[in-house]
């Protein structure tokens, strides 16, 4: 049998999911395909009708479609819908379910990069941004028991709005950009969450990091460049740096588990991906 899945979008032009799913599918023996589905807000439902008609086996959803396919779907999950917002879809006899896999994705690639970090609950926590994968990195994080969670962002209310989240009663302090630059030494995780930094605008950085403490980690979700500004100046000032592209592999391992009920080990392929980054 030969399994379909895909990745809907838009605009998806540089997309790693079809690498990263083959690679799965390769090491899983399991004869699929992995397609692209750029698609116009308009064309959404039919889509996903198309997919439901033709038993596809699951596909992800990616910007700006997170929130939107919500209400097309049979189900979702509790998860994703307490974070809104799906970034995969699992068919279960013929129903489309939606899950969230990117706050776990980030948890895993966090435990195997620094397994120290989810050993101390009362570390203190900075996420820098309030979009939507700010939302589930927050969940996760404070479903997890993290006791200190703090949020820097442009807009106020939306970080406020991520708080809303906050069941668990960790503290959560709402920053601007400007005093999270200033406050930077005060966290041992920090984790950035924004497209500040994104390729073409590698120039730009959402915080300053001079006063950083050697013992941080600064985690970057961005994965093109590898190396963002944020990162190349913590890293120089002495802090300990996490990648986003192995969020980006753990995320992609779950919704492969979501579709399969397992997934292979990502043995070699966080060199293999970071090669293919750095071109
Ligand atoms: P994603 O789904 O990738 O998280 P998003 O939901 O569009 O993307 O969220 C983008 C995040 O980047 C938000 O926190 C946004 O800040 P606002 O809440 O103020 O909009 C942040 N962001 C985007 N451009 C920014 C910029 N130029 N400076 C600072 N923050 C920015």
């Known amino acids: 049998m030969k399994y379909r899945l895909g990745l809907i979008g838009h605009p998806i032009k540089h997309s790693l999911s079809p690498w990263?799913?083959?690679?799965?599918?390769?090491?899983?023996?399991?004869?699929?395909?992995?397609?692209?589905?750029?698609?116009?807000?308009?064309?959404?439902?039919?889509?996903?009708?198309?997919?439901?008609?033709?038993?596809?086996?699951?596909?992800?959803?990616?910007?700006?479609?997170?929130?939107?396919?919500?209400?097309?779907?049979?189900?979702?999950?509790?998860?994703?819908?307490e974070i809104g917002a799906v970034n995969t879809v699992a068919n279960m006899n013929g129903k489309l379910i939606g899950f969230n896999t990117d706050g776990i994705g980030y948890l895993k690639s966090l435990e195997q990069a620094f397994p120290e970090t989810l050993m101390n609950r009362e570390i203190s926590i900075l996420i820098i941004g309030a979009g939507g994968a700010a939302r589930g990195i927050y969940y996760i994080l404070n479903q997890f028991g993290f006791s200190s969670i703090d949020i820097a962002n442009r807009t106020y209310q939306n970080a406020?709005?991520?708080?809303?989240?906050?069941?668990?009663?960790?503290?959560?302090?709402?920053?601007?950009?400007?005093?999270a630059s200033t406050m930077s030494g005060a966290y041992d995780l920090i984790i950035q969450t924004t497209n500040v930094g994104m390729r073409p605008n590698e120039a730009a950085s959402p915080i300053r990091t001079s006063s950083i403490n050697k013992s941080t980690i600064v985690s970057d979700i961005i994965y093109q460049p590898i190396w963002t500004k944020l990162l190349q100046e913590a890293a120089e000032n002495g802090a300990r740096v996490h990648h986003g592209h192995t969020m980006l592999l753990y995320q992609a391992k779950f919704a492969f588990e979501k579709w399969f009920g397992h997934s292979p080990s990502l043995e070699d392929m966080d060199r293999q991906l970071k090669q293919l980054l750095e071109g």
Do not use: C, W
Request: hydrophobic share 35%.
């Open 20 to 81: 990263i799913h083959a690679r799965f599918l390769e090491k899983s023996k399991i004869e699929g395909t992995y397609s692209i589905f750029d698609l116009r807000e308009h064309e959404l439902k039919k889509q996903i009708d198309a997919f439901r008609d033709e038993g596809i086996r699951g596909f992800n959803v990616t910007i700006p479609y997170k929130q939107k396919i919500i209400p097309l779907l049979d189900g979702v999950d509790r998860m994703a819908r």
């Open 160 to 179: 406020q709005s991520i708080a809303a989240l906050n069941t668990r009663k960790n503290t959560t302090n709402i920053l601007s950009l400007e005093d």
